[in-house]
T-cell receptor, first 116, second 110 residues
Framework: GAVVSQHPSWVICKSGTSVKIECRSL??????MFWYRQFPKQSLMLMAT?????????EQGVEKDKFLINHASLTLSTLTVTSAHPEDSSFYIC????????????FGPGTRLTVL | RKEVEQDPGPFNVPEGATVAFNCTYS??????FFWYRQDCRKEPKLLMS???SGNEDGRFTAQLNRASQYISLLIRDSKLSDSATYLC???????????FGGGTRLMVKP
């Protein structure tokens, strides 16, 4: 399957700082990238869908001004958690989909964010 | 009501046992169906797609009933390495937007 990377794999930051997470598709062009969040003992919840060159579409309850998503190229999407607070601590996972992917989304390894 | 519902478990089974997981989904517009496996603190990994005709991959058999909006996964001859959380996932739309069930935790014991 295709390879999707995320960076960083884990980050610890102080409350009030901003954190940027990168998601890259390494061997295919990702028309669409998805950002998910997973709290402990819960399943993945879709936060937003981003198409290359377009504004992201956010799921209900996800603040677009707090979670800034940029999908400037077919291989890179970034999620910036602005003014992070302890309740933002979670496992953030991206996935990528391209027209050559058929039905499959390819997931990155996730980024574990801890806000102190 | 959640869009994709699963029994959270945990299912504790001995090695060699057969175990079945069930899942229901509420959106009749769902077009694709999957089982994913997720290990602790890792990303989900695709286990298998699920088709209406049913499909098998080694010890794993998946079934889909579109009429009743029901998906199942059967694991035969359980191994210790099968211990994980199994996620029922449905997809729809351009880009195949995925909705995840809450997951069913399986623990296989010696």
């Amino acid at each position: 399957g295709a390879v999707v990377s995320q960076h960083p794999s884990w980050v610890i930051c102080k409350s009030g700082t901003s954190v940027k997470i990168e998601c890259r598709s390494l061997d295919f062009q990702a028309t669409t990238m998805f950002w998910y969040r997973q709290f402990p003992k819960q399943s993945l919840m879709l936060m937003a869908t981003s198409n290359e060159g377009s504004k992201a579409t956010y799921e209900q309850g996800v603040e677009k001004d707090k979670f800034l998503i940029n999908h400037a190229s077919l291989t890179l999407s970034t999620l910036t958690v602005t003014s992070a607070h302890p309740e933002d601590s979670s496992f953030y996972i991206c996935s990528a989909w391209g027209s050559s992917s058929y039905n499959e989304q390819f997931f990155g390894p996730g980024t574990r964010l801890t806000v102190l | 009501r959640k869009e994709v519902e699963q029994d959270p478990g945990p299912f504790n089974v001995p090695e060699g046992a057969t175990v079945a997981f069930n899942c229901t989904y509420s959106n009749s517009a769902s077009q694709s169906f999957f089982w994913y496996r997720q290990d602790c603190r890792k990303e989900p990994k695709l286990l298998m797609s699920v088709y209406s005709s049913g499909n098998e991959d080694g010890r794993f058999t998946a079934q889909l009933n579109r009429a009743s909006q029901y998906i199942s996964l059967l694991i035969r001859d359980s191994k210790l390495s099968d211990s994980a959380t199994y996620l029922c996932v449905v997809g729809r739309g351009t880009g195949n937007m995925l909705t995840f069930g809450g997951g069913t935790r399986l623990m296989v014991k010696p």
